[in-house]
């Protein structure tokens, strides 16, 4: 079945550095999204991507959508203490709302 | 406008008992997700529920199952406990839109199941 690797697992960061996870799919995705989730707290969604190539941001994320719409990253630049949580990525196939999830990224931000 | 809700918050049971967690998805929401969160495991797809049918399953054993009721809210039945069940199920929902083929899902607060 469908497989969604997210890497990498764990990412301990200095506040102000930049931050990449990224999201690879066995199976050619119809759409990618991405949730964080707060340590104590449930995942909510970030963003959904569609197109090939897509590319949007939200502030300080961008997140981009691969060419052959297997892969997703999310880059954070100058990441804050209020960035902790881990980061999901989601993968949707068309003709289903059922999302097959990566493990997740835990991001960690040391003052 | 409210948002899932999911009860209890905690529950413990010992094992081989039967566990019934319960989620109440946004109104107007038609399509309820079960997930398993366990330590390190991230996201396990447990249930798809829409229009009240089970839409598709992940690989879990039938002794995990659930129902949706006419009013869109949701079951999770988990027989036969075992300790390796312990864990944070959560419970989202969406609603399909044609227009913008955005279907994100709102989660809910998730039922900590501890089984001893």
């Known amino acids: 079945g469908q497989q969604v690797m997210q890497i990498p697992q764990y990412q301990h960061v200095q506040e102000g550095e930049d931050f990449t996870t990224y999201c690879n799919s066995s199976?050619?995705?119809?759409?990618i999204q991405w949730y964080k989730q707060r340590p104590g707290g449930h995942p909510v969604f970030l963003i959904q991507l569609v197109k090939s190539g897509e590319v949007k941001k939200q502030k300080r994320l961008t997140f981009q959508f691969g060419e052959a719409k297997k892969n997703s990253s999310l880059h954070i630049t100058a990441t804050q203490t209020t960035d902790v949580g881990t980061y999901f990525c989601a993968g949707g196939q068309g003709g289903s709302e059922k999302l097959v999830f990566g493990k997740g990224t835990k991001l960690t931000v040391n003052p | 406008e409210a948002g899932v809700t999911q009860s209890p918050t905690h529950l413990i049971k010992t094992r081989g008992q039967q566990a019934t967690l319960r989620c109440s998805p946004i109104s107007g929401h038609t399509s309820v997700y079960w997930y398993q969160q366990a330590l390190g495991l991230g996201l396990q797809f447990l249930l798809w529920?829409?229009?009240?049918?089970?839409?598709n399953r992940g690989n879990f054993p039938p002794r995990f199952s659930g129902r949706q009721f006419p009013n869109y809210s949701s079951e999770l039945n988990v027989n036969a406990l075992e300790l390796e069940d312990s864990a944070l199920y959560l419970c989202a929902s969406s609603l399909w839109s044609t227009g913008t083929k955005l279907y994100e899902q709102y989660f809910g607060p998730g039922t900590r199941l501890t089984v001893t």
């Open positions: 199976t050619t995705l119809s759409n």
């Open positions: 529920y829409d229009e009240g049918e089970e839409r």
